[in-house]
């Protein structure tokens, strides 16, 4: 495995840099440590769509942390806190919603294109 500062010379970071180019270095880091676990090469054919796939694990990972944090500092407020806080907090259900079907999307393109 690379090395994690110093992964310049992957082809997997080179293509992270290419088609990714605006992602965050921590985010590009992740994506770097899932895209080499799963030992897909970069010039597969599928590695696009594999690097969709994690990036969408990544962000439904934020998404998951972020409302568990919520919901913990919820619970010590009273339940009219947490009524007005469930309409602040709707987009980010609505779009973890998103995320998990643009996954489930991909992960059905994935198999019909492994077939």
Do not use: C
Not at 17 to 22: F, G
Not at 33 to 41: V, Y
Not at 54 to 77: F, P, V, Y
């Amino acid at each position: 495995m690379l090395n994690l500062s110093e992964p310049n010379d992957s082809p997997i970071w080179r293509f992270l840099s290419e088609h990714h180019p605006t992602l965050p270095t921590d985010k590009k880091q992740k994506l770097f440590q899932l895209l080499q676990e799963s030992g897909i090469p970069a010039t597969d054919k599928i590695f696009p769509w594999v690097v969709e796939t994690a990036l969408t694990r990544i962000e439904i990972a934020s998404l998951q942390a972020k409302l568990t944090q919520t919901d913990s500092n919820l619970a010590g407020h009273p339940e009219q806190l947490k009524n007005s806080l469930e309409v602040v907090l709707r987009p980010y259900l609505e779009e973890v919603g998103r995320t998990r079907i643009a996954s489930d999307k991909l992960t059905k393109e994935l198999r019909a294109a492994a077939i």
